[in-house]
Protein backbone atom coordinates (compact mmCIF):
# COMPACT_ATOMS: atom_id res chain seq x y z
CA UNK A 1 0.00 0.00 0.00
CA UNK A 2 3.20 2.31 0.71
CA UNK A 3 4.34 1.93 -2.67
CA UNK A 4 0.98 2.54 -4.08
CA UNK A 5 0.88 5.94 -2.15
CA UNK A 6 4.47 6.89 -3.16
CA UNK A 7 3.26 6.49 -7.07
CA UNK A 8 0.71 8.14 -6.54
CA UNK A 9 2.58 11.00 -4.72
CA UNK A 10 5.04 11.03 -7.80
CA UNK A 11 1.99 10.85 -10.42
CA UNK A 12 0.08 13.83 -8.92
CA UNK A 13 3.19 16.10 -8.58
CA UNK A 14 3.92 15.30 -12.43
CA UNK A 15 0.75 16.22 -13.75
CA UNK A 16 -0.14 18.75 -10.96
CA UNK A 17 2.97 20.55 -12.10
CA UNK A 18 0.55 23.96 -13.49
CA UNK A 19 -0.69 24.70 -10.10
CA UNK A 20 0.72 28.01 -9.20
CA UNK A 21 0.33 27.46 -5.29
CA UNK A 22 1.64 24.95 -2.66
CA UNK A 23 -1.74 24.59 -1.52
CA UNK A 24 -3.12 23.82 -4.71
CA UNK A 25 -0.80 21.02 -5.27
CA UNK A 26 -1.39 20.12 -1.85
CA UNK A 27 -5.66 19.44 -1.86
CA UNK A 28 -5.34 18.22 -5.60
CA UNK A 29 -3.23 15.32 -4.14
CA UNK A 30 -5.90 14.57 -0.60
CA UNK A 31 -9.02 15.26 -3.54
CA UNK A 32 -7.46 12.42 -5.60
CA UNK A 33 -6.90 10.21 -2.71
CA UNK A 34 -10.04 11.11 -1.72
CA UNK A 35 -11.64 10.01 -5.57
CA UNK A 36 -9.28 6.84 -5.06
CA UNK A 37 -10.40 5.47 -1.93
CA UNK A 38 -13.16 3.07 -0.75
CA UNK A 39 -16.23 4.29 -0.74
CA UNK A 40 -19.84 4.94 -2.04
CA UNK A 41 -20.22 8.51 -2.52
CA UNK A 42 -17.39 10.75 -3.95
CA UNK A 43 -18.75 14.28 -3.17
CA UNK A 44 -16.69 16.20 -0.92
CA UNK A 45 -18.55 15.89 2.29
CA UNK A 46 -17.87 11.62 2.55
CA UNK A 47 -14.46 11.85 0.90
CA UNK A 48 -13.52 14.36 3.71
CA UNK A 49 -14.69 11.75 6.63
CA UNK A 50 -13.16 9.29 4.72
CA UNK A 51 -9.39 11.38 4.50
CA UNK A 52 -8.52 10.86 8.12
CA UNK A 53 -6.38 14.16 9.00
CA UNK A 54 -6.75 15.58 5.91
CA UNK A 55 -10.43 15.47 6.12
CA UNK A 56 -10.76 19.39 5.91
CA UNK A 57 -14.14 19.82 4.17
CA UNK A 58 -14.31 23.73 3.82
CA UNK A 59 -10.74 23.56 2.44
CA UNK A 60 -11.78 20.55 -0.10
CA UNK A 61 -14.82 22.59 -1.09
CA UNK A 62 -12.62 25.21 -2.06
CA UNK A 63 -10.40 23.61 -4.06
CA UNK A 64 -12.77 22.07 -5.82
CA UNK A 65 -15.55 25.13 -6.44
CA UNK A 66 -13.60 28.50 -5.89
CA UNK A 67 -10.08 28.25 -6.40
CA UNK A 68 -8.66 30.34 -9.39
CA UNK A 69 -6.73 27.23 -11.50
CA UNK A 70 -7.59 26.09 -15.23
CA UNK A 71 -8.36 22.60 -15.79
CA UNK A 72 -6.49 22.95 -19.22
CA UNK A 73 -3.22 23.16 -17.61
CA UNK A 74 -3.88 19.56 -15.71
CA UNK A 75 -5.74 18.03 -18.78
CA UNK A 76 -2.75 19.13 -21.23
CA UNK A 77 -0.43 17.91 -18.45
CA UNK A 78 -2.24 14.58 -18.26
CA UNK A 79 -2.46 14.31 -21.81
CA UNK A 80 0.87 14.04 -22.19
CA UNK A 81 1.90 11.74 -19.75
CA UNK A 82 -0.93 9.60 -20.97
CA UNK A 83 0.36 10.01 -24.64
CA UNK A 84 3.88 8.71 -23.82
CA UNK A 85 2.11 5.07 -22.41
CA UNK A 86 -0.86 4.79 -24.34
CA UNK A 87 0.60 5.88 -27.95
CA UNK A 88 -3.07 6.65 -29.14
CA UNK A 89 -4.10 5.28 -32.91
CA UNK A 90 -7.59 7.34 -32.49
CA UNK A 91 -9.16 10.43 -30.74
CA UNK A 92 -12.79 9.11 -29.44
CA UNK A 93 -15.23 11.76 -28.91
CA UNK A 94 -18.10 10.88 -27.10
CA UNK A 95 -20.73 12.36 -24.56
CA UNK A 96 -22.53 11.06 -21.05
CA UNK A 97 -24.91 12.37 -19.03
CA UNK A 98 -24.84 13.52 -15.34
CA UNK A 99 -28.37 13.26 -14.05
CA UNK A 100 -30.01 15.39 -11.43
CA UNK A 101 -32.90 16.13 -9.28
CA UNK A 102 -32.80 20.03 -8.75
CA UNK A 103 -32.02 22.70 -11.75
CA UNK A 104 -30.31 24.72 -10.14
CA UNK A 105 -26.88 23.28 -11.52
CA UNK A 106 -24.86 25.00 -14.13
CA UNK A 107 -26.57 23.49 -17.71
CA UNK A 108 -28.80 21.33 -16.01
CA UNK A 109 -32.17 20.69 -17.99
CA UNK A 110 -34.00 18.07 -19.77
CA UNK A 111 -32.76 16.80 -22.38
CA UNK A 112 -31.51 13.24 -24.07
CA UNK A 113 -29.04 11.19 -22.29
CA UNK A 114 -27.92 7.40 -23.26
CA UNK A 115 -26.69 7.17 -19.71
CA UNK A 116 -30.85 7.26 -19.06
CA UNK A 117 -31.86 6.63 -22.38
CA UNK A 118 -34.52 8.92 -22.60
CA UNK A 119 -35.03 12.65 -22.10
CA UNK A 120 -34.50 13.38 -18.18
CA UNK A 121 -33.26 15.94 -16.16
CA UNK A 122 -29.17 16.13 -16.37
CA UNK A 123 -25.59 17.99 -17.46
CA UNK A 124 -24.56 16.13 -20.67
CA UNK A 125 -20.41 16.16 -20.48
CA UNK A 126 -18.39 15.83 -23.91
CA UNK A 127 -15.45 14.13 -23.61
CA UNK A 128 -12.34 13.25 -25.84
CA UNK A 129 -9.95 9.90 -25.30
CA UNK A 130 -7.09 8.88 -26.55
CA UNK A 131 -7.17 5.63 -27.19
CA UNK A 132 -5.25 2.56 -28.88
CA UNK A 133 -5.77 -1.68 -28.44
CA UNK A 134 -4.77 -1.60 -25.24
CA UNK A 135 -5.41 1.67 -23.48
CA UNK A 136 -7.61 4.60 -23.14
CA UNK A 137 -7.75 8.32 -21.11
CA UNK A 138 -10.11 11.01 -21.19
CA UNK A 139 -7.91 13.72 -21.42
CA UNK A 140 -10.42 16.71 -22.25
CA UNK A 141 -14.05 17.96 -21.34
CA UNK A 142 -16.71 20.40 -22.33
CA UNK A 143 -20.24 21.02 -20.48
CA UNK A 144 -22.75 21.28 -22.94
CA UNK A 145 -24.72 24.66 -23.03
CA UNK A 146 -28.26 23.90 -23.92
CA UNK A 147 -30.38 26.47 -25.73
CA UNK A 148 -32.36 27.46 -22.77
CA UNK A 149 -29.49 28.44 -20.94
CA UNK A 150 -27.55 31.08 -23.89
CA UNK A 151 -29.78 34.50 -23.66
CA UNK A 152 -29.10 34.85 -27.59
CA UNK A 153 -30.99 31.84 -28.39
CA UNK A 154 -34.63 31.88 -28.98
CA UNK A 155 -35.23 28.97 -26.61
CA UNK A 156 -33.61 31.03 -23.87
CA UNK A 157 -35.37 30.15 -20.77
CA UNK A 158 -35.42 33.55 -18.53
CA UNK A 159 -35.19 31.47 -15.17
CA UNK A 160 -32.13 29.60 -16.26
CA UNK A 161 -30.38 32.70 -17.67
CA UNK A 162 -30.89 34.29 -14.58
CA UNK A 163 -28.79 31.91 -13.15
CA UNK A 164 -25.78 31.65 -15.02
CA UNK A 165 -24.26 34.32 -12.64
CA UNK A 166 -24.89 32.39 -9.51
CA UNK A 167 -23.45 29.20 -11.40
CA UNK A 168 -20.53 31.24 -13.08
CA UNK A 169 -20.76 30.72 -16.04
CA UNK A 170 -18.19 33.00 -18.22
CA UNK A 171 -20.56 35.62 -20.32
CA UNK A 172 -18.92 34.25 -23.54
CA UNK A 173 -20.13 31.33 -23.63
CA UNK A 174 -23.53 30.25 -25.39
CA UNK A 175 -24.75 27.19 -26.57
CA UNK A 176 -22.79 25.23 -29.21
CA UNK A 177 -23.29 21.91 -31.15
CA UNK A 178 -22.10 18.71 -29.43
CA UNK A 179 -19.85 17.96 -32.20
CA UNK A 180 -18.48 21.43 -32.49
CA UNK A 181 -17.59 20.73 -28.99
CA UNK A 182 -15.95 17.79 -30.21
CA UNK A 183 -14.10 19.83 -32.86
CA UNK A 184 -13.08 22.64 -30.28
CA UNK A 185 -11.53 19.79 -28.67
CA UNK A 186 -9.92 18.58 -31.10
CA UNK A 187 -7.92 21.65 -32.03
CA UNK A 188 -6.96 22.00 -27.94
CA UNK A 189 -5.38 18.97 -27.90
CA UNK A 190 -3.43 19.36 -31.37
CA UNK A 191 -2.55 22.79 -29.45
CA UNK A 192 -0.89 20.63 -27.21
CA UNK A 193 1.26 19.19 -29.81
CA UNK A 194 -1.04 15.97 -29.87
CA UNK A 195 -1.93 14.66 -33.11
CA UNK A 196 -3.76 11.61 -33.85
CA UNK A 197 -4.74 11.41 -37.63
CA UNK A 198 -8.42 9.47 -36.46
CA UNK A 199 -11.10 10.33 -35.20
CA UNK A 200 -14.37 7.92 -33.34
CA UNK A 201 -17.52 8.50 -32.69
CA UNK A 202 -21.46 7.53 -32.38
CA UNK A 203 -23.87 8.49 -35.01
CA UNK A 204 -24.49 11.17 -32.68
CA UNK A 205 -21.66 13.33 -34.59
CA UNK A 206 -21.67 10.89 -37.24
CA UNK A 207 -24.79 12.18 -38.68
CA UNK A 208 -23.73 15.60 -38.96
CA UNK A 209 -21.94 16.40 -42.02
CA UNK A 210 -20.77 19.87 -40.38
CA UNK A 211 -18.52 17.10 -38.50
CA UNK A 212 -17.36 14.95 -40.62
CA UNK A 213 -15.90 17.80 -42.88
CA UNK A 214 -14.71 19.66 -40.00
CA UNK A 215 -12.24 16.40 -39.36
CA UNK A 216 -11.22 16.70 -43.05
CA UNK A 217 -10.79 20.15 -42.86
CA UNK A 218 -8.61 19.10 -40.00
CA UNK A 219 -6.33 16.59 -41.75
CA UNK A 220 -8.13 13.67 -40.18
CA UNK A 221 -9.66 10.38 -41.48
CA UNK A 222 -13.28 8.88 -39.15
CA UNK A 223 -14.93 5.86 -38.25
CA UNK A 224 -18.33 7.13 -37.15
CA UNK A 225 -21.72 5.87 -36.58
CA UNK A 226 -24.47 6.75 -38.29
CA UNK A 227 -28.64 6.19 -38.19
CA UNK A 228 -29.85 4.17 -40.79
CA UNK A 229 -31.68 7.04 -43.21
CA UNK A 230 -28.24 8.69 -44.31
CA UNK A 231 -29.08 8.78 -47.73
CA UNK A 232 -25.91 7.51 -50.61
CA UNK A 233 -25.07 6.43 -53.92
CA UNK A 234 -24.15 3.26 -54.83
CA UNK A 235 -20.36 3.82 -55.05
CA UNK A 236 -20.07 2.03 -58.45
CA UNK A 237 -22.81 4.39 -60.51
CA UNK A 238 -21.73 6.80 -63.12
CA UNK A 239 -22.66 10.28 -63.46
CA UNK A 240 -24.85 10.78 -66.86
CA UNK A 241 -25.51 13.59 -68.97
CA UNK A 242 -28.70 14.15 -70.75
CA UNK A 243 -28.38 15.10 -74.41
CA UNK A 244 -27.46 18.58 -75.28
CA UNK A 245 -30.47 20.07 -77.38
CA UNK A 246 -28.83 23.19 -78.18
CA UNK A 247 -31.12 25.53 -76.55
CA UNK A 248 -30.06 27.36 -73.15
CA UNK A 249 -27.00 25.89 -70.67
CA UNK A 250 -25.79 22.50 -71.37
CA UNK A 251 -27.23 20.20 -68.94
CA UNK A 252 -24.96 19.20 -66.00
CA UNK A 253 -23.95 15.65 -65.46
CA UNK A 254 -25.77 13.96 -62.05
CA UNK A 255 -26.60 10.49 -60.78
CA UNK A 256 -29.04 8.36 -62.76
CA UNK A 257 -31.55 7.51 -59.71
CA UNK A 258 -32.02 9.05 -56.21
CA UNK A 259 -29.91 8.68 -53.37
CA UNK A 260 -31.10 5.86 -51.33
CA UNK A 261 -30.73 4.75 -47.31
CA UNK A 262 -28.02 2.89 -46.55
CA UNK A 263 -29.67 0.80 -45.26
CA UNK A 264 -31.58 -0.06 -48.22
CA UNK A 265 -28.14 -0.28 -49.84
CA UNK A 266 -27.34 -2.74 -47.85
CA UNK A 267 -30.12 -5.06 -47.44
CA UNK A 268 -29.86 -4.87 -51.68
CA UNK A 269 -26.55 -6.21 -50.79
CA UNK A 270 -27.81 -8.95 -49.28
CA UNK A 271 -26.83 -11.38 -46.14
CA UNK A 272 -24.15 -13.11 -48.50
CA UNK A 273 -22.60 -9.91 -48.46
CA UNK A 274 -21.51 -10.49 -44.95
CA UNK A 275 -18.05 -11.76 -44.00
CA UNK A 276 -17.48 -12.97 -40.56
CA UNK A 277 -15.19 -10.65 -37.86
CA UNK A 278 -13.53 -11.02 -34.54
CA UNK A 279 -12.78 -8.04 -33.68
CA UNK A 280 -11.23 -8.86 -30.03
CA UNK A 281 -11.64 -11.05 -26.57
CA UNK A 282 -13.63 -9.92 -24.06
CA UNK A 283 -13.32 -10.48 -20.35
CA UNK A 284 -15.85 -13.50 -19.79
CA UNK A 285 -14.62 -16.76 -19.68
CA UNK A 286 -15.03 -18.22 -23.26
CA UNK A 287 -13.43 -20.56 -26.10
CA UNK A 288 -10.73 -17.78 -27.53
CA UNK A 289 -7.23 -17.86 -27.34
CA UNK A 290 -6.59 -16.37 -24.07
CA UNK A 291 -9.34 -18.43 -22.39
CA UNK A 292 -11.97 -15.50 -22.62
CA UNK A 293 -15.23 -14.70 -24.58
CA UNK A 294 -14.93 -13.82 -28.48
CA UNK A 295 -15.98 -10.88 -30.00
CA UNK A 296 -17.64 -11.77 -32.72
CA UNK A 297 -19.94 -11.07 -35.59
CA UNK A 298 -20.74 -10.70 -39.33
CA UNK A 299 -20.29 -7.22 -41.05
CA UNK A 300 -20.76 -5.84 -44.47
CA UNK A 301 -18.57 -3.26 -46.39
CA UNK A 302 -19.84 -1.27 -49.21
CA UNK A 303 -18.43 1.59 -51.17
CA UNK A 304 -21.11 4.47 -51.21
CA UNK A 305 -21.02 7.91 -52.02
CA UNK A 306 -22.90 10.06 -49.20
CA UNK A 307 -25.53 12.70 -50.76
CA UNK A 308 -27.07 16.02 -49.34
CA UNK A 309 -27.04 19.57 -50.04
CA UNK A 310 -24.23 20.12 -47.46
CA UNK A 311 -21.62 17.70 -49.09
CA UNK A 312 -22.65 18.90 -52.26
CA UNK A 313 -21.69 22.47 -51.39
CA UNK A 314 -18.26 21.01 -50.20
CA UNK A 315 -17.62 18.65 -53.36
CA UNK A 316 -15.68 20.17 -56.51
CA UNK A 317 -17.43 19.24 -59.08
CA UNK A 318 -20.86 16.81 -59.34
CA UNK A 319 -19.33 13.59 -58.24
CA UNK A 320 -19.80 12.64 -54.37
CA UNK A 321 -16.68 11.82 -52.72
CA UNK A 322 -16.77 7.61 -52.22
CA UNK A 323 -16.20 6.51 -48.63
CA UNK A 324 -17.03 2.88 -46.85
CA UNK A 325 -20.24 1.94 -45.53
CA UNK A 326 -20.16 -0.99 -42.56
CA UNK A 327 -22.80 -2.67 -41.94
CA UNK A 328 -23.20 -5.19 -38.48
CA UNK A 329 -25.39 -7.93 -40.06
CA UNK A 330 -25.27 -10.49 -37.16
CA UNK A 331 -26.25 -14.19 -38.40
CA UNK A 332 -29.73 -14.45 -36.46
CA UNK A 333 -30.61 -10.93 -37.79
CA UNK A 334 -33.09 -10.30 -40.45
CA UNK A 335 -31.31 -7.35 -41.27
CA UNK A 336 -28.31 -5.16 -40.17
CA UNK A 337 -28.23 -3.83 -36.91
CA UNK A 338 -25.84 -1.07 -36.71
CA UNK A 339 -24.02 1.21 -38.97
CA UNK A 340 -20.85 3.19 -39.82
CA UNK A 341 -19.27 5.73 -41.98
CA UNK A 342 -15.42 5.82 -42.72
CA UNK A 343 -13.28 7.96 -45.43
CA UNK A 344 -10.13 5.55 -44.88
CA UNK A 345 -8.67 4.20 -48.30
CA UNK A 346 -10.12 2.04 -50.62
CA UNK A 347 -8.22 -0.84 -49.94
CA UNK A 348 -8.79 -0.67 -46.29
CA UNK A 349 -9.04 -4.72 -44.94
CA UNK A 350 -12.83 -5.20 -43.33
CA UNK A 351 -10.93 -6.40 -40.29
CA UNK A 352 -9.83 -3.34 -39.74
CA UNK A 353 -12.96 -0.95 -40.26
CA UNK A 354 -14.43 -3.33 -37.38
CA UNK A 355 -11.94 -3.06 -34.88
CA UNK A 356 -11.66 0.53 -35.38
CA UNK A 357 -15.46 0.95 -35.64
CA UNK A 358 -15.80 -1.14 -32.30
CA UNK A 359 -13.25 0.70 -30.70
CA UNK A 360 -15.34 2.59 -28.97
CA UNK A 361 -16.08 0.04 -26.46
CA UNK A 362 -13.52 1.39 -24.44
CA UNK A 363 -15.14 4.48 -23.85
CA UNK A 364 -17.76 2.89 -22.33
CA UNK A 365 -15.56 1.31 -20.08
CA UNK A 366 -14.11 4.36 -19.18
CA UNK A 367 -17.24 6.09 -18.17
CA UNK A 368 -18.25 3.42 -16.33
CA UNK A 369 -15.23 3.02 -14.10
CA UNK A 370 -15.13 6.87 -13.92
CA UNK A 371 -18.84 6.66 -12.59
CA UNK A 372 -18.91 4.08 -10.27
CA UNK A 373 -15.72 3.57 -8.61
CA UNK A 374 -14.64 7.04 -9.04
CA UNK A 375 -17.21 9.29 -8.19
CA UNK A 376 -17.86 11.07 -11.89
CA UNK A 377 -21.36 11.98 -11.02
CA UNK A 378 -20.88 12.69 -7.74
CA UNK A 379 -20.14 15.95 -7.79
CA UNK A 380 -22.69 18.24 -5.54
CA UNK A 381 -21.16 21.95 -6.67
CA UNK A 382 -23.59 23.57 -8.64
CA UNK A 383 -20.74 26.38 -10.61
CA UNK A 384 -19.52 25.70 -14.04
CA UNK A 385 -16.53 25.82 -13.14
CA UNK A 386 -16.59 23.29 -10.25
CA UNK A 387 -18.38 20.77 -12.53
CA UNK A 388 -14.87 21.34 -14.80
CA UNK A 389 -12.27 20.86 -12.05
CA UNK A 390 -14.31 17.86 -10.78
CA UNK A 391 -14.67 16.16 -14.08
CA UNK A 392 -10.73 16.97 -14.72
CA UNK A 393 -9.27 15.15 -11.45
CA UNK A 394 -12.20 11.99 -11.84
CA UNK A 395 -9.47 11.79 -15.01
CA UNK A 396 -6.55 12.08 -13.27
CA UNK A 397 -7.35 9.71 -10.94
CA UNK A 398 -8.75 7.46 -14.04
CA UNK A 399 -5.44 7.43 -15.90
CA UNK A 400 -3.45 6.98 -12.22
CA UNK A 401 -5.70 3.23 -12.02
CA UNK A 402 -5.01 2.98 -15.85
CA UNK A 403 -1.19 2.96 -15.30
CA UNK A 404 -1.65 0.51 -12.41
CA UNK A 405 -3.64 -2.09 -14.69
CA UNK A 406 -0.76 -1.50 -17.43
CA UNK A 407 2.02 -2.22 -15.06
CA UNK A 408 0.56 -5.50 -13.80
CA UNK A 409 -0.66 -6.58 -17.17
CA UNK A 410 1.28 -9.82 -18.43
CA UNK A 411 4.16 -8.70 -21.11
CA UNK A 412 2.17 -10.40 -23.86
CA UNK A 413 -0.53 -8.07 -23.08
CA UNK A 414 1.01 -4.60 -22.42
CA UNK A 415 1.82 -2.37 -25.27
CA UNK A 416 4.68 -2.75 -27.48
Known amino acids: MAAVRGELEAFAEEVFEPFARKDQRRWGQVYLRGLLAEGRRKSVEPMAARLGED ?3 QALAHFITASPWDP ?15 RPTVLVFDDTGFLKDGT ?30 HASAAVDWRLFLPPSWDPASPKADPDKVARRGACGIPDDVGHVEKWQLALDMADEVRSWGIEVPLAIADAGYGDAVAFRLGLNARGMHYVVGISTTLSAQPGDTALVTAPYSGNGRPPAPKYPDPPRSVKELVIEAGRQAARPVQWREGSRPGTGRSGRKRMYSRFVALRIRPAGREIRQATDGPEL ?44 HDYREMKQALGLAHFEGRTWGGWHHHVTLVSVAHAFCTLQRLARAPKDEAPA
Open 321 to 364: PACWLLAEWPAGESEPVQFWLSDLPADTPLTTLVRLAKLRWRIE
Open 104 to 133: ASACVSRQYTGTAGKVTNCQVGVSLHLASD
Open 55 to 57: GNR
Open 72 to 86: AHIRARLAWKMEAVI
